[in-house]
């Protein structure tokens, strides 16, 4: 038995000035910035949703520009193997979560419990 | 004075298959599907999202697949007028809606009101 959900999505710029990325997403979106510590901060930029349980958040990265959705789960690697039983593939695993592509072509990543509720909301698979 | 906020994600699939890949983003995500009434739901699946007020669709398209933003506005054109001073670019009209890219690559769409709390909930702009 393992627990996911939609955690939330990932605007990623190719830049190499996030800060610069995050300042249009904020105004574009009407949502406050908050820097993240450590060296993810040198990467991401979170904004801040409001009265939602979701993330969205800024994302420097060296490929083309996209926006990709994340899915959190308890059990990453049970959740990789259910999401392969349905045709995605897995790309790669970086750090605690896996890089996977929907078998419509979008990639998306599998990480760990991110926002509040998960306990309570996220899907049961068993 | 207009009011804006984010609508929701709106996963472009390629494919003429629409139903074949709502039902991989369905199970997936955890998440009911609702077909749409007329010819929009020809192209477009609503995806449920449980207790949110973003919208998540999974769209056929004949484009590379993708997801991509909405931002949804009282006044369309003031909207895009907004975000053209911020550096987004107009792209198309499309019906209701405007198609935009962003400085930092994304296309995105400005589209009408379209989700619960946007009266209390949306940015005011002046």
Redesign the interface.
């Known amino acids: 038995m393992h627990r996911?959900?939609?955690a939330g999505?990932i605007?990623d710029?190719?830049?190499t000035d996030v800060d610069g990325?995050a300042r249009?997403?904020s105004?574009?979106?009407?949502?406050a910035t908050e820097s993240l510590p450590g060296p993810e901060g040198d990467s991401y930029v979170k904004l801040v949703?409001?009265?939602?349980?979701?993330h969205?958040e800024?994302q420097a990265v060296d490929h083309?520009?996209?926006?990709?959705?994340d899915?959190e789960a308890d059990d990453v690697e049970a959740e990789v193997e259910r999401?392969e039983t349905?045709?995605?593939k897995r790309v790669k695993n970086v750090h605690s979560w896996t890089i996977m592509e929907?078998?419509?072509?979008?990639r998306f990543c599998v990480v760990r419990p991110q926002n509040k509720g998960f306990e309570q909301?996220?899907?049961v698979?068993k």
Chains 1, 2 share one sequence.
């Open positions: 996911s959900r939609l999505f605007i710029c190719r830049t990325a249009f997403w105004a574009a979106l009407g949502m949703v409001p009265g939602e349980r979701l969205v800024v083309d520009s996209r926006v990709h959705l899915i999401l349905l045709g995605a929907a078998p419509t072509g979008q909301d996220a899907n698979w």
